[in-house]
């Protein structure tokens, strides 16, 4: 059975971070809060915990489209191909914050998203996310927690996420009530800007 932590946003417990960290980096499965859903994500390094997420969600690791959470702008070199100088004023002005870009993959890529050419991008404005991004010291493989409700979408009480993910995960994170809205999805790796899917972000500062 997972492990339920609470953790506070606005000053979060070192001790309690180290802990999520350390639970992720033996391959565990996290449910954590970010600046808009509740998120599950593993060490983006670890092939057998992202193997355990694409089981969860029904789908193959190699078609899985699971957003990279960073904890700056700096951790996104490591994954994406040089941008250009428009595209990194946009990522500087919305980051961190409600906002997943699409951008081009280069040869960095762990190796089951090797195949892929673009890969999701988050900076969540969030600082628990962002503390045990830093912590782990690499990205963290993410995807939104969904609910079987079609009314609700997404789960927002983290007791009744506890509830039903216990015994899926290895840890969830009482960080507050989550959102009920996804973040705005923009695809960056063409010629123009698209929202792929309207969020919690603003769309119109593109």
């Known amino acids: 059975m997972a492990e339920f932590i609470k953790i506070y946003e606005d000053k979060p417990s070192e001790a309690a971070i180290k802990k999520v960290a350390d639970v992720l980096r033996n391959g565990g499965l996290v449910i954590y809060p970010t600046d808009t859903v509740y998120g599950l994500g593993c060490d983006i ?9 694409a089981k969860i969600k029904g789908i193959k ?5 699971f957003s990279f959470v960073c904890s700056d702008l700096s951790n996104i070199s490591d994954y994406v191909k040089q941008i250009d100088t428009a595209t990194f004023k946009i990522l500087k002005r919305t980051l961190p914050g409600p906002y997943t870009f699409i951008l081009p993959g ?3 890529l762990p190796k089951e998203f090797r195949k892929k050419k673009t890969v999701g991008i988050r900076v969540p404005d969030n600082n628990i996310a962002i503390a045990i991004v830093k912590a782990l010291g690499n990205p963290i493989v ?3 927690i969904h609910d079987e409700d079609a009314v609700l979408e997404y ?3 983290p007791e009744l996420i506890f509830e039903k993910w216990q015994h899926l995960v290895d840890l969830v994170i009482d960080g507050g009530y989550g959102d009920n809205v996804g973040s705005t999805i923009i695809d960056l790796s063409g010629y123009e800007p698209i929202i792929v899917r309207e969020g919690k972000g603003d769309p119109d500062i593109f």
Request: zero cysteines; a negative charge; charged letters at 30%.
């Open 45 to 53: 390094t670890n092939t057998k915990a992202l193997e355990r997420i």
């Open 61 to 65: 690791l190699e078609k899985a489209n």
């Open 106 to 108: 280069n040869n960095d």
């Open 142 to 144: 993410s995807s939104s």
């Open 155 to 157: 789960s927002t009480d």
